[in-house]
């Protein structure tokens, strides 16, 4: 039987603490699609959630078909724009052969975040990856994006405090200062929502696993999460230990 995501992250935290040497053959490889928007922050997430977890992480960047070739253990779609993410990603063949990828298997682990979510849930052509349909741009323009506490369903240690240190504001896509005011109190998740999509519906296949105000902000099917937040705007690394979980799960066999 597949051990549990906590049964890794256990065994991962007792390597920390120095019980049991890092077996350093154990390497995930993360996929990091370089499409457009908050991919470096992505960067930096994994980095900080590996050295959590005590795991050795790779983060493979993306750009072309090709760099898929090596293979890689989970995949990160981050949020921008979907538009000229499936626009930039035409000419190198580099988000068909994503879809090539996720559709291969439905338990390889996927991280989508805002527009990754909608490039999950409407594929340009293809099955949509979730039973879920999603709205572009649903709680208005730039000046309604809002960041508000989320609660999470998800089997991943939360690991106090979650509260929000640092934010990039060296892209025009995440103007939000955020602070830790009324956030993280480590339960809920300090979600960041930058013209974000809503789900319209969610099918019986899909998982809910983040609610703000009771409405779903993220869902999981296989090893297919989405979220219609920017997890990766926050020092709050749960999202990020959970995808290297799941590849670390995998590559354990
Ligand atoms: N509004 C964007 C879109 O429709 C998503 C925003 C985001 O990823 N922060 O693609």
Not at 100 to 108: H, I, K, L, V
Request: glycine fraction near 10%.
């Amino acid at each position: 039987m597949a051990p549990t995501a906590s049964a890794v992250i256990v065994a991962l935290k007792r390597r920390v603490e120095g019980r049991v040497a890092p077996r350093r053959a154990m390497s995930i490889r993360i996929g990091l699609a370089m499409l457009q928007g908050a991919r470096h922050e992505h960067a930096q997430a994994i980095v900080g959630a590996a050295e959590e977890l005590g795991v050795d992480a790779e983060i493979k960047v993306l750009r072309t078909s090709g760099d898929l070739d090596g293979g890689i253990d989970a995949l990160i779609l981050p949020g921008g724009e979907s538009t000229t993410m499936r626009i930039a990603s035409r000419h190198q063949g580099l988000l068909e052969s994503l879809y090539e990828w996720m559709n291969d298997d439905p338990q390889r682990p996927v991280l989508g975040t805002c527009a990754g979510a909608i490039l999950m849930c409407s594929p340009p052509s293809g099955p949509p990856l979730l039973d879920a349909e999603i709205n572009r741009n649903a709680w208005g323009r730039q000046a309604k994006s809002f960041q508000a506490p989320v609660a999470v369903f998800l089997d991943v240690e939360v690991v106090p405090p979650a509260v929000i240190t640092s934010v990039s504001t060296d892209n025009a896509h995440h103007p939000l200062v955020v602070s830790s005011d009324g956030l993280g109190d480590g339960e809920t998740f300090p979600g960041v929502f930058i013209r974000a999509p809503r789900f319209s519906s969610i099918g019986t296949e899909a998982t809910v696993v983040a609610e703000f105000e009771g409405e779903v902000v993220g869902i999981l099917q296989g090893g297919r999460l989405a979220l219609t937040f920017h997890p990766e705007l926050t020092s709050d690394r749960r999202f990020h230990r959970w995808i290297i979980s799941q590849a670390a799960i995998r590559a354990a066999g």
